[in-house]
């Protein structure tokens, strides 16, 4: 199937551990984000890549690193889990020229005991 | 500071017509987007509005009005399929999608 993918769907863990989201996406584009969604339904960015090069930086917490292997795969770890970094998670991609125009993943519901 | 505005919730019978507004206060702007988001699923791209006007999908219609820092969302012959969340979305000069509050529109019988 042609689309965004994200493991693991759900992620239940406690406090001050360390977990990683990969993500892949096949639809050829050049630009992969991050985006954090609380519990309000807000939904911010968080990180994007450009062919592997990291071009947004948001002010998240230094704890939060992503990876891009390669630019169909971006993957986040965050170290030394908090509380409220309960969220769901969500990878999308796009191509750079149309950012307005971005394809989400299924998303990734982080519960932090 | 960056902003969308939408309101938080609305709701319409089957087969009416709903508008969604958004009102935008960004740091550059290249374009209006919508997404809609049901519940426990990804958001999903659903217009782009670059210039003034109307733009026409299926039973979706989204308006765009630059002079007024202001768009819509305009759903047409409601289902109960479209309960969902709508978000608008502008792309700022940085290139980031700035979110929406969001709005939660039900739909009933």
């Known amino acids: 199937d042609t689309a965004v993918s994200q493991t693991p769907k759900y992620l239940v863990t406690q406090m001050g551990n360390d977990k990683s989201i990969k993500c892949e996406q096949n639809?050829?584009?050049?630009?992969m984000y991050w985006y954090k969604q609380d519990s309000k339904k807000f939904l911010k960015i968080m990180f994007s890549y450009n062919n592997k090069e990291l071009i947004i930086n948001e002010t998240v917490p230094n704890r939060f690193s992503p990876k891009s292997p390669d630019k169909a795969h971006l993957n986040l770890h965050i170290n030394s889990l908090e509380l409220g970094d309960s969220a769901v998670y969500f990878c999308?991609?796009?191509?750079?020229?149309?950012?307005?125009?971005?394809?989400f993943g299924p998303g990734t519901r982080l519960t932090v005991l | 500071g960056q902003s969308l505005e939408q309101p938080s919730e609305v709701t319409a019978v089957e087969g009416a017509i709903v508008q969604i507004n958004c009102t935008y206060q960004?740091?550059?702007?290249?374009?209006l987007s919508w997404y809609q988001q049901h519940d426990g699923g990804a958001p999903t791209f659903l217009s782009y509005n670059a210039l003034d006007g109307l733009e026409e999908t299926g039973r979706f219609s989204s308006f765009l009005s630059r002079s007024d820092s202001y768009g819509y969302l305009l759903l047409q012959e409601l289902q109960m399929k479209d309960s969902a969340s709508y978000f608008c979305a502008v792309r700022d000069n940085t290139d980031k999608l700035i979110f929406g509050t969001g709005t939660r529109l039900q739909v009933f019988p």
């Open positions: 999308a991609s796009g191509d750079r020229e149309r950012a307005d125009t971005q394809y």
């Open positions: 960004t740091s550059g702007f290249y374009g």
């Open positions: 639809l050829g584009h050049d630009t």
